[in-house]
């Protein structure tokens, strides 16, 4: 059964480090999503992408965030000064489509936890 | 009024039991309802994804009432495979503009005693 795959499952790294955290979707997907998910709390969007661009954003995704599809499989997303508060899971996912029960369906890739010292 | 509402649980039954999950969501144009399960540190997986009709699969039955903005899932026979957070995500709404991204709750945690 086809899955989204994230590296590394775990980074650390030193506060105002640049980090980049890498997915790959399901093949066949069009759409790509970003989530974080800080211990203890409840899974939160950051950032979803569809055709080489941002489809929309969310509060959390500042100027600090950005994403990229570099080649036909990868999806990324850089941190570039990261925070103590950066400090989550951080969950990439994939949809065949955006219509309300036409494949809508969102995947989740086995995260990457980010530990920010 | 938070967007979307769990009780937090947690829910302790034995197997075999029957256990519900409500869930209420803020926003009345929210197109796709869904419950996932996420098991300790590990990412949410799909369980099911809600209709108006309903619907079931082998012994998971999930409901909604889009006039009480108001989802359900009821697990019957409960197994210890069955522990786990039960996430209800729900997507698309006008608000702020959002259209594509999942919203969800805290979840309701599950703990299946032999």
């Known amino acids: 059964e086809p899955e989204v795959t994230q590296t590394p499952s775990h980074q650390v790294t030193q506060m105002g480090q640049e980090v980049i955290l890498r997915c790959v979707p399901i093949s066949n997907h069009l759409y790509f999503y970003w989530y974080r998910q800080i211990l203890g709390q409840k899974v939160e969007f950051l950032v979803s992408?569809?055709?080489?661009?941002?489809?929309?954003k969310s509060e959390i995704f500042d100027d600090q965030f950005s994403v990229e599809r570099p080649d036909g499989s990868n999806f990324t997303l850089k941190i570039r000064s990261t925070k103590l508060e950066d400090s989550a899971m951080y969950f990439c996912a994939s949809s065949e489509s955006y219509l309300a029960g036409g494949g809508d369906e969102q995947f989740f890739g086995p995260g990457t936890r980010l530990t920010v010292l | 009024r938070k967007e979307v509402e769990q009780d937090p649980g947690p829910f302790n039954v034995p197997e075999g039991a029957t256990v519900a999950f409500n869930c209420t969501y803020s926003?009345?144009?929210?197109?796709?309802f869904f419950w996932y399960r996420q098991d300790c540190r590990k990412e949410p997986k799909l369980l099911m994804s809600?209709?108006?009709s309903g619907n079931e699969d082998g012994r998971f039955t999930a409901q909604l009432n889009r006039a009480s903005q108001y989802i359900s899932l009821l697990i019957r026979d409960s197994k210890l495979s069955d522990s786990a957070t039960y996430l209800c995500?729900?997507?698309?709404?006008?608000?702020?503009?959002?259209?594509?991204?999942?919203?969800f709750g805290k979840g309701t945690k599950l703990s299946v005693k032999p």
């Open positions: 992408f569809y055709n080489n661009e941002i489809s929309e």
């Open positions: 995500v729900v997507r698309g709404w006008n608000y702020g503009g959002s259209q594509g991204n999942l919203i």
């Open positions: 809600v209709y108006s």
């Open positions: 926003n009345s144009a929210s197109q796709s």
